[in-house]
């Protein structure tokens, strides 16, 4: 048994969606294009599960949130795929790979053959058992990754009104998914390692402003410490969480967000594997020159970085990488070495703060802690090599980007710490000889836009949640 085709996505989510409309785009034929998807929907906004989805009045549901929505674009429904001829084979795992006879073989057994391959298995979460702790498969113990763990993550929360709840993990999962909690009015205790939240990314002191706001709305912090056991009921579900330290915390649920690792097994011994990812080159073309690599799974040369390998694992980049492959596979001789700015972002709360670049060297913080509109800039070798921005409008964004991707020169730092923001907004409007050919794409405007209106009632519901500061969707 088996089937043939041109292109085969494997893995669907979030940059599967963006390619599939990359090829449409290109005049794919009919037949011609496949994606394979353990998860059995098509294609969907992922970041949409630790944020609307979880709103407990008039939550984001498909097929509102499906990509491309989140580039204010298309939405590609299943019918979307069906008027596209393009095949989605849903609800199926791929159980090896097989880059020097160009097959795919299906856990029932299916052969799938492909002329060009697109690597889109993203990321798992990182169980708790990966680091000797036992017991993550309790009823009332909750991981983030697909649709599956979101509307289970829903059910617990709702048999939790009023409860307690754990959160294991200090990173976007665990602060997404801890306002969540709270809006669902449950007690969060946030137990990580590190020393502040968001340690891969926030300094000190911009850690102190967000926890500040969680410990404001009942979160407790206990950190510098790790879980070591579950206590269970007589039924199986956790009660309490022992930690490193001795503590003991009685808790209704427990969400787990310890990172992630990316997909790379079915690949292993076939093709280049580097930090932890798929080695692509600036088209996304493995070491296999049939296979690209895109998303999460993906570890690519950024540019901006002279070229250095990295494995982003974020929406934007998910969404660019795929869109990029497409143009090398489909016009390789137009296609430049993508030049990727790294972009992050996330909000919680009534807060909202995006980042760009990298997040090394010397730090400059500059705006308004108390009143909550502040930023950063990161300086290298004296130039501006990242930026964080809470609380910005798009202009503003735009104008932390823009000093980034140029990689501004600061010849007084003093200046850049008395002017703050306004550095970055009159450094941005300056016209550089060598930016002619520079193009700063606007920061995605995220899906959420377009997902409100689809679910406008939720932003009503949110805002009484959360008191409404700016705009969240
Ligand atoms: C809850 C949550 C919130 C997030 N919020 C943000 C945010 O606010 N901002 C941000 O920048 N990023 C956010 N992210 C990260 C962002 O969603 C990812 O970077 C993005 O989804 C990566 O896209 P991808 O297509 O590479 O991988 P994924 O979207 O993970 O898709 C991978 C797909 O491959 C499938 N797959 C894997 N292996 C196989 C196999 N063997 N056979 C068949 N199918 C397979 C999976 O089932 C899945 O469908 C969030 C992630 C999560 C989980």
Redesign the pocket.
Known sequence: MGRAFVYVI???????GYAALEFSRRGVGPGELCI????TVAPYE??A???GFLLPEAPARLPAFHTCVGANDERLTPDWYKEHGIELVLG????SADVRRKTLITAMGETISYEVLIV????RALKLEEFGVKGSDAVNVCY???LADASRLVNVMQSCNDGNAVVIGGG??GM?CAAALVTNRIKVTMVFPEAHCMARLFTPKIADFYEGQYESKGVNFIKGTVLTSFENDSEGKVTAVILKDGTRVPTDMVVVGIGIRA?TA?FDGQLAIEKGGIKVNGRMQTSNSSVYG????AAFPVKLFGSDIRRL??????RKTAKHAVAGIMAPEKTADFDYLPF????VFSFSWQFYGDNVGQVIHYGDFLGGKFGAYWLDKGRIIGAFLEGGNREEYEAIAKVVKRKTTIKDVSEVERRGLDYALRSSQQVLPESSGMIVERPMCNWHAAAGVAVAISISAFAFWYGRRRRRW
């Open positions: 494997l893995g669907g989510g979030v940059a599967a394979i998807s353990e998860e992922r970041p599960l630790s944020k199926t795992r791929v159980k889109a298995t993203g990321a983030l990754r697909n976007y999962i997404e997909n079915l895109v998303g999460d799974v694992e974020h929406v934007d980049s998910a992050f972002y996330s909000r």
